[in-house]
């Protein structure tokens, strides 16, 4: 709290410029207008991703959210695009599917953030903010698929067992806290947070902490 009040006296900070991406104009709209009066700043809209590519260089945003199925490209071929071309503009994928796979799909193409379109628009600001901020959201969805894409690295494994404190990081990552709050929460120094971190990404053979959540949550290791 002190914190927030220290920020009071300072400039306010600018809002989050987004692209928004789905092929249904409706949705479109109603995404644009939601977030826009949640004080976020839609600065491109576009019915397909081949579109928002082509627009991103004129008008460079800071997190992009797009529908993951869409004709063409879709939301996935949009991320790989981008990072074939060097562009990291963080991504958050939007589906109406309950599919785990696809939750697989997103983490391994690059997304930072995958959400079902219920999650109520109060849920999808705080992600854009989070995102683009440095961190990942990944809403759960139905698990025993993605467990068993992962079966053959059974949770039985004496190398994956997680201590206590393991466990409390990975459940903040996975709601998105950066370093220094997790450390906050926790009490412990940001570098020690790091260093966590880097043990859990060896511990759990993963190249990132979006990775990590994921293997952790789908090996019943949280």
Sequence with gaps: MFARTAQSTTAPQRAVRIALCDDQALVLRGLSSLLTDLGVEIALEAT????????????????????IRMPGLGGLGLIRELRACGDATPVILLTTFDDPGL??????????????????????????????????????????????????????????????RERSILRLVAGGYSNKEIGRSLHLSEGTVKNYMSELLVKLDCRDRTHAVLKAITQRLL
């Design 48 to 67: 397909n991703a081949e579109m928002l590519i082509a627009a991103l260089p004129q008008r460079p945003v800071d997190l992009i959210v797009s529908d």
């Design 103 to 164: 939750m697989i799909q997103a983490v391994d193409a690059g997304a930072q953030g995958f959400l079902l379109k219920d999650a109520s628009p109060e849920d999808l600001k705080t992600a854009i903010l989070r995102v683009a901020a440095g961190e990942t959201l990944l809403q759960p969805v139905s698990l025993g698929p993605v467990r068993a894409a992962w079966a053959d690295t059974a949770a039985s494994d004496p190398a994956l067992r997680l201590t206590e």
